[in-house]
């Protein structure tokens, strides 16, 4: 078994940007975590054939959690590959599923009665991103501590995320609950958290798992 970065590079709002899905190998399958913003799929399709792997071999998605940069493509991939398990919390399923509005389009509602003359644009697309994004049926929907992808994988709920332990890899995938900044693990957008004290909680419960590899979807992978 063995887990690698999809490196993306895109422009967003005229600045360059990336983000880092995570494949990982185990036997013959392969499970990608994450998908991307709305028709990301060509590009992480590209890293595929960059890595040497093909998408007839992907069995899985896991979705950390509801957020336009991480759930945009699902759709997509899940309608050109039907068979595909979706994976994803019990909590969050529900956002995706579209069971329920998802927190964060909540609290982008609640910023923009608040928001300076010159962001109110940015907030208004922002939230028309998330109305647009197209719901998807949750296959597996998973829980703390749980052992999935064959008991290689142990389910760590933080909260509104879910991380994901590999001990015989000594390795985390972090979804946005540790992001890579400045050789360090940081709480990705402090300003955007929807609860900061919980957003230290979950940092602090990633750093306690005593990983050697963090796999940052944001930043990329960190080492101790």
Same mark, same amino acid.
């Given at each position: 078994?063995?887990?690698?970065?999809?490196?993306?590079?895109?422009?967003?709002? *005229?600045?360059?940007?990336? @983000?880092?899905?995570?494949?990982?190998?185990?036997?013959?399958?392969?499970? &990608?975590?994450?998908?991307?913003?709305?028709?990301?799929?060509?590009?992480?399709?590209?890293?595929?054939?960059?890595? *040497?792997?093909?998408?007839?071999?992907?069995?899985?998605?896991?979705?950390?959690?509801?957020?336009?940069?991480?759930? +945009?493509?699902?759709?997509?991939?899940?309608?050109?590959?039907?068979?595909?398990?979706?994976?994803?919390?019990?909590?969050?399923?529900?956002?995706?599923? +579209?069971?329920?509005?998802?927190?964060?389009?909540?609290?982008?509602?609640?910023?923009?009665?608040?928001?300076?003359?010159?962001?109110?644009?940015?907030?208004?697309?922002?939230?028309?991103?998330?109305?647009?994004?197209?719901?998807?049926?949750?296959?597996?929907?998973?829980?703390?501590?749980?052992?999935?992808?064959?008991? =290689?994988?142990?389910?760590?709920?933080?909260?509104?995320? @879910?991380? &994901?332990?590999?001990?015989?890899?000594?390795?985390?995938?972090? +979804?946005?609950?540790?992001?890579?900044?400045?050789?360090?693990?940081?709480?990705?957008?402090?300003?955007?958290?929807?609860?900061?004290?919980?957003? =230290?909680?979950?940092?602090?419960?990633?750093?306690?798992?005593?990983?050697?590899?963090?796999?940052?979807?944001?930043? +990329?992978?960190?080492?101790?």
């Amino acid at each position: 078994m063995k887990i690698i970065e999809l490196p993306i590079e895109f422009e967003f709002n *005229g600045q360059k940007n990336h @983000i880092n899905p995570s494949l990982i190998i185990l036997k013959n399958e392969l499970t &990608l975590v994450d998908t991307g913003y709305h028709d990301f799929l060509p590009l992480i399709e590209n890293e595929f054939i960059k890595n *040497g792997y093909e998408m007839k071999n992907l069995k899985n998605i896991i979705i950390t959690h509801f957020d336009i940069d991480h759930i +945009g493509s699902l759709y997509d991939f899940k309608e050109k590959y039907p068979l595909i398990n979706i994976i994803a919390s019990e909590v969050e399923s529900k956002y995706i599923s +579209g069971e329920m509005k998802s927190e964060r389009l909540v609290q982008a509602e609640e910023m923009l009665e608040n928001m300076p003359n010159q962001e109110i644009e940015f907030g208004k697309w922002f939230i028309q991103q998330l109305k647009n994004l197209k719901h998807v049926s949750i296959d597996e929907k998973v829980h703390d501590g749980e052992l999935i992808l064959d008991n =290689e994988c142990r389910v760590v709920a933080t909260p509104g995320h @879910i991380s &994901l332990y590999f001990p015989s890899l000594k390795s985390v995938i972090t +979804g946005d609950a540790a992001v890579k900044e400045n050789h360090e693990l940081v709480i990705a957008n402090p300003h955007f958290c929807l609860d900061g004290e919980k957003a =230290e909680q979950s940092l602090r419960k990633i750093k306690n798992l005593k990983a050697e590899n963090y796999y940052c979807y944001h930043g +990329g992978k960190f080492t101790l």
